[in-house]
Nanobody
Framework: QVQLVESGGGLVQPGGSLRLSCAAS????????MGWYRQAPGKERELVAA???????NYGDSVKGRFTISRDNPKRTVYLQMNGLKPEDTAVYYC???????????????WGQGTQVTVSS
């Protein structure tokens, strides 16, 4: 079992910055990839950024060059640094933890509760 707790969302003006945090607990040793997704009204949920257990990262096209995903292994926390925020970034942001199937565990996905990010003047 994996539990995810998100924090850091809020209201920010265009061009501003926010840092989201996702603290993981439980059987985190089994997680292969952690990432951030977002969903805005009328739009499908989309990948924002992801980071693998080896440190490889992947970003959605709309956030490349502006957002950075990182992790603090001792704290078992993943961060999303968001710079140069735009109104189009307004969405609920969800932390995700993915576990690939292994010899001992089934595959699975775990989600945080979501945190609202609003970019508006």
């Amino acid at each position: 079992q994996v539990q995810l707790v998100e924090s850091g969302g809020g209201l920010v003006q265009p061009g501003g910055s926010l840092r989201l945090s996702c603290a993981a607990s439980g059987s985190t040793f089994s997680i292969n990839i952690m990432g951030w997704y977002r969903q805005a009204p009328g739009k499908e949920r989309e990948l924002v950024a992801a980071i693998s257990s080896s440190g490889s990262t992947n970003y959605g096209d709309s956030v490349k060059g502006r957002f950075t995903i990182s992790r603090d292994n001792p704290k078992r926390t993943v961060y999303l640094q968001m710079n140069g925020l735009k109104p189009e970034d307004t969405a609920v942001y969800y932390c995700n933890a993915h576990r690939s199937a292994s010899a001992f565990m089934r595959s699975g996905d775990y989600w945080g509760q979501g945190t609202q990010v609003t970019v508006s003047s």
